[in-house]
């Protein structure tokens, strides 16, 4: 296990040309084939790994189950992504078929949170680069959906670009200061799934799909949090 460096750059998807053009300026070579790839997380029933991310709250995890769906040879693999107050690290193991489907039907104990169950499945076209000892990937064409089947979206206008390094990050980070914009937003996928698919307003939903249990009893928790940390910053001192 080892602490890395990463950082996640939202642009829009017509920027797909000039980024690309600018990795291979800079000499990047491919890593890998373009392919799929597909995540089913898992958080506790009242979402405290999202909470946790959207305040941006250390130690926390995000807990996934990843597989490659258009590769020949199927492989599942267990993730588990640990910000703590040290760094970043990411714990990741190969799992058999029947251990994937265990997880999938059962969910698991994840000690910090307790139980924990599947969310939402987040699939994604991912390009693969390397410059010098940094791995940059291109994602974008990114779908969302919920394990209950009820509602999915897509956000075809979103290309991410991250960047992955032990110690050379700002190195790579200068490399693009030309593209990189100015103002930078922090990005996370399962958050941003679970925004797309669980909080939208009454009027909307109305459009896709009934009301379930778990989703209202989501935007309730969610709207009961969102109220609890507004009145601490009111309650805050300058």
Not at 95 to 123: A, R, T, V, W
Not at 189 to 213: A, D, M, P
Request: charged residues 30%; contains cysteine; glycine residues 4%.
């Amino acid at each position: 296990m080892g602490f890395r460096l990463e950082d996640k750059i939202r642009f829009h998807i017509s920027d797909y040309s000039k980024l690309k053009n600018e990795i291979i300026k800079k000499k990047g070579g491919e890593l890998y084939p373009k392919r799929i790839i597909s995540s089913t997380y898992f958080d506790t029933k009242n979402f405290d790994m999202f909470q946790d991310s959207e305040e941006g709250n250390v130690p926390r995890k995000k807990i996934r189950l990843r597989v490659y769906p258009n590769t020949k040879e199927k492989q599942f693999f267990l993730e588990k992504k640990i910000n703590s107050v040290e760094g970043k690290f990411k714990k990741s193991s190969k799992l058999n078929p029947q251990d994937y489907d265990f997880y999938i039907q059962n969910g698991s104990f994840e000690p910090g949170y307790g139980l924990i169950e599947k969310k939402i499945i987040i699939s994604y076209i991912r390009e693969y680069f390397m410059i010098e000892n940094v791995r940059l990937t291109l994602d974008y064409n990114i779908t969302f959906k919920d394990t209950k089947g009820y509602e999915s979206y897509t956000d075809q206008e979103s290309l991410i670009l991250e960047i992955k390094s032990k110690d050379q990050i700002i190195e790579i980070q200068n490399k693009f200061s030309n593209i990189i914009p100015l103002r930078r937003e922090r990005f996370s996928k399962y958050c941003e799934g679970i925004n797309k698919l669980f909080n939208k307003s009454h009027f909307q939903r109305l459009h896709y799909v009934t009301w379930t249990s778990e989703t209202l009893f989501f935007w309730i928790q969610l709207l009961k949090w969102k109220i609890a940390n507004a009145n601490k910053r009111k309650l805050k001192v300058p």
